[in-house]
């Protein structure tokens, strides 16, 4: 499996973004870190190793790409507003920057999937939802998908709502609805065991989205997992082997 790891400029932040290509060919999948991680974590976790096949076998092609969580959603120095609108500065960076790299060095890119575990389940979910255009399979781990639980302070503006899915996803109308209903498709999985509800508030997050999607008819699924099942690596492995196949 070829390996290769570029720096991207990334505008406003304290350093360049790492993004590491895993593969040759196939169809592009960009990869969030969970929380404050990096581009690395993927393949330390053994995220990597267990969609090898589909990595050896050319079907799909994975950029995993830093985080800037430090400097936005992490920072509980920060208000909420200013948080979402370093949150956004970073999906402009992940839409611009990396989809370019991504364009420039795999067909498809405009047919990408998303995919990240628990913060970077949010990643996901929130950068499909807002450029479906680019990203039209979303696959989100045990994710929590409302920021305004996440030690936010301060007063809310149009940054913490329009980054905030619970928020704006019910307000969704018209014809971008309708299109976004056209092109996009959201899977959820979860599990059912240790921190999945406390502390992470995982669990009825994806519940109470795969709620509000449902009421939009935006294409997703949910697939809870049992009690058995954590919110750590080696099931997010399982759940990623699982369901990866069928998108590439």
């Known amino acids: 499996m070829e390996r290769h790891q570029v720096e991207l400029d990334a505008p406003g932040f304290?350093?360049?973004?790492?993004?590491?290509?895993?593969?040759?060919?196939?169809?592009?999948?960009?990869?969030?870190?969970?929380?404050a991680g990096r581009a690395w974590d993927y393949e330390n976790n053994g995220m990597v190793g267990a969609v090898s096949h589909l990595i050896n076998d050319g079907r799909?092609?994975?950029?995993?790409?830093?985080?800037?969580?430090?400097?936005?959603?992490?920072?509980?120095?920060?208000?909420?507003?200013?948080?979402?609108?370093?949150?956004?500065?970073?999906?402009?960076?992940?839409?611009?920057?990396?989809?370019?790299?991504?364009?420039a060095d795999s067909h498809g890119a405009s047919d990408a999937i998303v995919t990240g575990c628990s913060m970077g389940g949010y990643h996901a979910l929130q950068i499909a939802l807002q450029r479906a255009d680019l990203f039209p399979v979303a696959i989100c781990q045990s994710g929590n998908y409302d920021p305004s639980t996440?030690?936010?302070?301060?007063e809310r503006g149009?940054?913490?709502?329009?980054?905030?899915?619970?928020?704006?996803?019910?307000?969704?109308?018209?014809?971008?609805?309708?299109?976004?209903?056209?092109?996009?498709?959201?899977?959820?999985?979860?599990?059912?065991?240790?921190?999945?509800?406390?502390?992470?508030?995982?669990?009825?997050?994806?519940?109470?989205m795969a709620h509000l999607l449902g009421e939009k008819g935006?294409?997703?699924?949910?697939?809870?997992?049992?009690?058995?099942?954590?919110?750590?690596?080696p099931w997010w492995r399982k759940q990623l082997a699982h369901h990866l196949p069928r998108f590439c």
């Open 218 to 233: 935006i294409s997703h699924e949910l697939d809870v997992w049992g009690h058995d099942v954590s919110h750590d690596w």
């Open 158 to 208: 149009d940054s913490a709502y329009f980054t905030n899915p619970t928020d704006y996803v019910p307000h969704l109308h018209g014809d971008h609805l309708d299109w976004t209903r056209s092109r996009l498709h959201v899977v959820l999985t979860v599990g059912e065991g240790a921190w999945e509800t406390h502390p992470t508030g995982s669990l009825p997050s994806a519940r109470r």
């Open 60 to 103: 799909v092609k994975l950029y995993c790409v830093d985080s800037f969580d430090h400097a936005s959603w992490s920072d509980r120095g920060l208000p909420i507003e200013e948080r979402a609108r370093r949150h956004q500065a970073y999906q402009a960076w992940i839409s611009d920057q990396v989809a370019a790299y991504v364009g």
């Open 14 to 35: 304290d350093r360049a973004g790492t993004v590491i290509r895993y593969g040759n060919y196939g169809r592009p999948m960009i990869v969030f870190p969970s929380e």
């Open 150 to 154: 996440w030690h936010g302070w301060g």
